[in-house]
């Protein structure tokens, strides 16, 4: 049975779900997927860098005790990714470090390092695939490997998958996405008669919301999913900050009750749009969507995106956009998709 | 590039829509799908048989004059499907006949000729997948084709093929749908204060009903989706009548009236699960669904399906389940998925 190795950059609560996964239940992965997972790699700032090209004992190597690095399991405490990516004996890179809004990285640098050294690459992140996908894509190509970003846009909710699998040659027209849990909690929550700051620190309880909420409701995190969503589903070659942005923080109480009166919900609203001559036009924006839009109805944290397609009209998934062991299933997700490149190389 | 020769089996609307695309449009399909495809043979009662291994002229076999058969063509008047099936230079036979609900034939030989000569079937008809599915799985992967009937389920809205290869892994434990539009147009329509003939009559006029709607009304056509389904997503071995149905005949405008008074909607929902020891509990039946559930908003003749998985929770897909264009790209989603395959071999 085919093995793939793998190397962990970021060990936060997506990868270490992920290699709890693999450590509890390698032989039933196998079993469904038809090939085993092996991590030969860690790195992160916190515990320092473990690579063992046998494969590393992820129960110790996920069970430290306090003070421990991975110097105590014969690794070092510190990082030198580049080396590390470069250098490590992985067959896919798996980047699950935090977004970085502005530019992507590092996370940018850890993918270009592992396509560079002949790495596949999946990752949760979208500073990758919304900063420099068409470079990022290119180098794969040109390296015979693959980069892999599903979790990047509703965790482990297949929507780049499904449209250039199942739905190749549907002609894709556009898209429209409630791509938010956490502001969709909110205006929910806003229709229920919170003040917006209640409902903000009532998702902040929850886990919904960072300690900082300004990516979620200033709709940075959307503009970034729909900046990968434009170039993956309707061709187009953006950057993030080509796509007009504007969060739910001016959403007043009375635009709520105001909505609710007509029967309707305010939502934010991540969309794109491919004209005749192929201009494709993006937007993040709060729009009041009449009860009977397909997305008008997407509540609580639950994430949604309608394609507008030429051969089916409106198709709709809706999900999880968010949750660790959502995402980690992204991860895997990304790993069953270099499989089957490989199947076909 | 790639070319794959079809023979159609019927030549009714949806075989009709799918040929008026490759003769209108078969250089920008090309462009998209990465291969090219002709029709070299089509059989149809109305019209006889026609053959020709460079490729059918398409804007003569779409166009006869009334009163002509394809003997004015150069073929016959006459349809002996088996000889053609067998012996046709085609690569990939699609079949797009009606289904016959009491045992899938004639359709269910016709893709078992398909597969027993070495081609490739892709087939709209609920029949032969419902009623023999195992067995011709088998006789595909014996022969190193492919048995392809994604559009038996929700027409081109992608199920089978969204949990087969997007949703490879996620842990499928049950599934929940309205895969019948006309009932589902029929039940809004009393929610509206019709009673279920005027409903009936009205979907009729609008051509979503057959002149005899009992296949969608009493749940027969609902049952061999759920078969499909419960097969195909949850390793059942079950033929159509192993499935428990109930129609909405039964639905009572008093029982309307008080679910609209609770905020809930009656559906009807084919539905399956798998319990922990692998037996598989399926069911066709009206049910009452809270305004909160994923499936209470899909309204008109919409169709919807709601995976119930380990890793992601529930995911649903929403989208057309009938008409003929929509039904002519599940056969090209077909198509895509043979040559995705022949990549593979």
Known sequence: MKNYDLALIGLGNV??????????????????????????????????????????????????????????????????????????????????TFTNPLNGEPALSHVRWALESGKSVCTTNKGPAAFAADELKALATKNNVRFEYEGAVMSGTPVLRLASGPLKGVGMRGFSGILNGTSNYILGRMEAGLRQD???????????????????????????????????????????????????????????DQAVQQGAHWKLIGQGTKAADGTVTVSVAPQMLDSSHPLAGISGATNALLFDTRFLGQVTISGPGAGRIETAYALLSDIVAIDAFHHQR
């Open 15 to 96: 990868n270490r779900t992920l290699a709890s996964l693999i450590r509890d239940e390698s032989a039933s992965l196998a079993e469904q997927l038809g090939f085993t997972i092996r991590v030969t790699a860690i790195t992160d700032l916190r515990w320092g860098t473990l690579v063992d090209a046998g494969g590393i004992d992820l129960a110790q190597a996920l069970d430290l005790a306090p003070g421990e690095t991975f110097a105590s399991l014969g690794g070092v405490d510190t990082c030198d990714n580049e080396t590390l990516i470069r250098t490590c004996p992985a067959d896919i890179v798996v980047e699950a």
């Open 198 to 256: 209640e409902a903000i620190k009532e998702a902040q309880q929850y886990g919904y919301a960072e300690a900082d909420p300004t990516a979620d409701i200033g709709g940075s995190d959307v503009r970034l999913k729909v900046t990968v969503l434009a170039n993956d589903l309707l061709g187009a070659h953006l950057h993030a900050p080509d796509v007009p942005t504007e969060g739910i923080t001016g959403i007043t109480q009375e635009m709520i």
